[in-house]
Protein backbone atom coordinates (compact mmCIF):
# COMPACT_ATOMS: atom_id res chain seq x y z
CA UNK A 1 0.00 0.00 0.00
CA UNK A 2 2.64 2.44 0.79
CA UNK A 3 4.59 2.15 -2.49
CA UNK A 4 1.55 2.46 -4.64
CA UNK A 5 0.91 5.27 -2.50
CA UNK A 6 4.38 6.92 -3.10
CA UNK A 7 3.48 6.55 -6.78
CA UNK A 8 0.58 7.84 -6.31
CA UNK A 9 2.34 11.30 -4.78
CA UNK A 10 5.23 11.82 -6.94
CA UNK A 11 2.48 11.61 -9.68
CA UNK A 12 0.39 13.89 -8.10
CA UNK A 13 3.33 16.23 -7.49
CA UNK A 14 4.73 15.78 -11.36
CA UNK A 15 0.99 16.53 -12.52
CA UNK A 16 1.07 19.10 -9.78
CA UNK A 17 3.87 21.36 -11.29
CA UNK A 18 2.69 21.13 -14.55
CA UNK A 19 -0.34 22.37 -13.29
CA UNK A 20 1.02 25.36 -11.91
CA UNK A 21 2.99 26.27 -14.87
CA UNK A 22 0.90 26.17 -17.42
CA UNK A 23 -2.46 27.18 -15.77
CA UNK A 24 -0.97 29.80 -13.61
CA UNK A 25 -2.55 28.65 -10.16
CA UNK A 26 -2.04 25.99 -7.60
CA UNK A 27 -4.11 23.07 -8.20
CA UNK A 28 -6.56 21.51 -5.44
CA UNK A 29 -6.19 17.93 -5.28
CA UNK A 30 -9.07 15.75 -3.60
CA UNK A 31 -10.47 12.28 -3.42
CA UNK A 32 -11.12 13.45 -7.33
CA UNK A 33 -7.13 13.21 -7.91
CA UNK A 34 -6.92 9.70 -7.00
CA UNK A 35 -10.14 8.79 -9.39
CA UNK A 36 -8.88 10.26 -12.22
CA UNK A 37 -5.21 9.17 -11.40
CA UNK A 38 -6.23 5.67 -11.60
CA UNK A 39 -8.37 5.68 -14.25
CA UNK A 40 -5.88 7.29 -16.70
CA UNK A 41 -2.08 6.63 -15.04
CA UNK A 42 -2.03 3.20 -17.35
CA UNK A 43 -2.50 5.59 -20.51
CA UNK A 44 1.17 7.41 -20.45
CA UNK A 45 4.34 6.38 -20.25
CA UNK A 46 7.62 7.49 -18.40
CA UNK A 47 7.85 10.26 -20.60
CA UNK A 48 4.04 11.30 -19.84
CA UNK A 49 6.29 15.56 -18.54
CA UNK A 50 7.72 16.34 -21.44
CA UNK A 51 4.81 14.93 -23.43
CA UNK A 52 2.36 16.67 -21.71
CA UNK A 53 4.25 19.91 -21.93
CA UNK A 54 4.09 19.54 -25.66
CA UNK A 55 0.93 19.07 -25.69
CA UNK A 56 0.02 21.95 -23.66
CA UNK A 57 2.33 24.43 -25.67
CA UNK A 58 0.80 23.16 -28.87
CA UNK A 59 -3.04 23.60 -27.41
CA UNK A 60 -2.15 26.77 -25.38
CA UNK A 61 -6.32 27.22 -25.12
CA UNK A 62 -6.50 24.34 -22.76
CA UNK A 63 -5.29 26.66 -19.75
CA UNK A 64 -7.75 29.10 -20.65
CA UNK A 65 -10.76 26.74 -20.52
CA UNK A 66 -9.06 24.96 -17.30
CA UNK A 67 -9.16 28.65 -15.32
CA UNK A 68 -12.45 29.03 -16.92
CA UNK A 69 -14.23 26.07 -15.66
CA UNK A 70 -12.41 26.81 -12.23
CA UNK A 71 -14.02 30.41 -12.00
CA UNK A 72 -16.81 27.97 -12.41
CA UNK A 73 -16.23 26.36 -9.34
CA UNK A 74 -15.75 22.75 -11.19
CA UNK A 75 -13.74 20.82 -8.48
CA UNK A 76 -12.60 18.71 -11.66
CA UNK A 77 -10.36 21.15 -13.09
CA UNK A 78 -8.89 22.16 -9.75
CA UNK A 79 -7.06 18.12 -9.84
CA UNK A 80 -4.10 18.53 -11.24
CA UNK A 81 -4.85 14.66 -13.19
CA UNK A 82 -7.13 16.72 -15.37
CA UNK A 83 -4.08 17.28 -17.63
CA UNK A 84 -3.96 13.73 -18.16
CA UNK A 85 -7.62 13.63 -19.34
CA UNK A 86 -7.46 16.30 -21.65
CA UNK A 87 -4.22 14.49 -23.06
CA UNK A 88 -5.77 11.00 -23.19
CA UNK A 89 -8.85 12.66 -24.87
CA UNK A 90 -6.61 14.19 -27.99
CA UNK A 91 -4.76 10.90 -28.38
CA UNK A 92 -8.37 8.49 -27.94
CA UNK A 93 -11.23 10.03 -27.08
CA UNK A 94 -13.23 6.48 -27.03
CA UNK A 95 -10.73 4.99 -25.11
CA UNK A 96 -10.55 8.59 -22.83
CA UNK A 97 -14.38 7.95 -22.63
CA UNK A 98 -14.44 4.37 -21.40
CA UNK A 99 -11.59 5.01 -18.78
CA UNK A 100 -13.57 7.85 -17.39
CA UNK A 101 -14.58 7.16 -13.67
CA UNK A 102 -17.53 9.83 -13.46
CA UNK A 103 -20.47 10.51 -14.90
CA UNK A 104 -20.91 11.30 -18.59
CA UNK A 105 -22.34 15.15 -17.89
CA UNK A 106 -19.53 15.71 -15.90
CA UNK A 107 -17.04 14.83 -18.72
CA UNK A 108 -18.96 16.45 -21.41
CA UNK A 109 -17.54 20.47 -20.71
CA UNK A 110 -13.84 18.57 -20.89
CA UNK A 111 -14.95 17.18 -24.15
CA UNK A 112 -16.38 19.82 -25.89
CA UNK A 113 -13.38 22.11 -24.90
CA UNK A 114 -11.99 19.77 -27.47
CA UNK A 115 -14.57 19.61 -30.02
CA UNK A 116 -15.34 16.23 -28.95
CA UNK A 117 -18.65 15.03 -27.75
CA UNK A 118 -20.35 11.46 -25.42
CA UNK A 119 -22.81 11.20 -28.10
Known amino acids: VEA????VRKMTAELSSVYRNAIGFDPKPTVLEG??????ETSIDENYQSDLGKFLAENQFIADRIRAHVSEQNP??????VLL??????R????????WPLTASEMEPL?????????
Open 76 to 81: IFTQPS
Open 85 to 90: VYYAVR
Open 92 to 99: SVRRAVDA
Open 4 to 7: ALAS
Open 111 to 119: LNDLGESMN
Open 35 to 40: LLLGAY
